[in-house]
């Protein structure tokens, strides 16, 4: 069982930045390859961006390529996003979400066997 905990979510205006973490509880958190989702009000629930188990293979959603950085320090059992250049329409629930398959960059939220209870980014106009 692997709990995880988002932090960092609040309220930015566009074209801030903002930086998410994700605390994991496994001992063996290197063994999971880790990701970012979204929801915003009335929609469904999108990919943002994954990991792999070491942090050297990433992937993002083309709405937040060159604008978010996905990136991980296991020996802190974490997984970050940093967030620049934010717009409103990136306001929306964000989870992490860890995948036992360690070496998959996956986009579909089946694929991932844990999440965390999501923090509230809002991006002001």
């Known amino acids: 069982q692997v709990q995880l905990v988002e932090s960092g979510g609040g309220l930015v205006q566009a074209g801030g930045s903002l930086r998410l973490s994700c605390a994991a509880s496994a001992r063996t958190f290197s063994r999971y390859a880790m990701g970012w989702f979204r929801q915003a009000s009335g929609k469904e629930r999108e990919f943002v961006a994954a990991?792999?188990?070491?942090?050297?293979?990433?992937d993002y959603a083309d709405s937040v390529k060159d604008r978010f950085t996905i990136s991980r320090e296991n020996a802190k059992n974490t997984i970050y996003l940093q967030m620049n250049s934010l717009k409103p329409e990136d306001t929306a629930v964000y989870y992490c979400a860890a995948d036992r398959i360690f070496w998959r960059l996956s986009y579909t939220r089946d694929d991932y066997d844990y999440w965390g209870q999501g923090t509230q980014v809002t991006v002001s106009s």
């Open positions: 990991v792999n188990w070491s942090g050297g293979s990433t």
